[in-house]
Structures are given as C-alpha cells and as structure tokens.
C-alpha cells in the first residue's frame, strides 16, 4: 500500500522534506511507518514528542493505516 506523509513544525525540519509517498506492507500502523522513516532518513523520530493524523483526523501510533491515507506528522509548537 502507499500512504502519503506530510511533515509538519521539527519533523519537517529534522528531516528536511515536508512530505513523501512511502510504500508500506499492508496492515502497518502509524507506529510502523514512524520507524520506516527513522530509518529511511537516518534520524529517530521515535524520540519526538510527535502526534499524529490520519486523513485529518488525530490518531495514535497503533492505528492501522490504509492505501491511499494521507498521515500528518505534527511536532508541538513551542512559544507563548
């Protein structure tokens, strides 16, 4: 299946790119793709305070994704 990523705030700039097509096996969750990209990348987000949505729509790490899901990978803004 290929799920689009959108990178949002830390993510994008950690690792340079706002967003990519990845081709995952089917049935792999947020989870699974978050460490597909880590190490795709050479960068752990796994140690980002991230969140996530699916199709626009906040999701945990053991959501299971689909063919065609748009996933937005969201850092916490910082500031006041």
Do not use: C, Q, W
Not at 60 to 66: A, D, G, H, S, V
Request: net charge negative; hydrophobic share 40%; charged share 20%.
């Amino acid at each position: 299946m290929r799920v689009t990523v959108r990178f949002f705030a830390g993510a994008r700039e950690r690792l340079g790119l706002s967003a990519e097509d990845i081709d995952l096996p089917s049935g792999a969750t947020v989870s699974e793709l978050i460490l597909y990209v880590s190490r795709a990348h050479g960068t752990d987000l796994t140690a980002l305070p991230l969140s996530y949505a699916v199709n626009g729509a906040y999701v945990t790490e053991n959501t299971i994704l689909k063919d065609g899901d748009e996933v937005g990978v969201l850092y916490p803004a910082s500031g006041g």
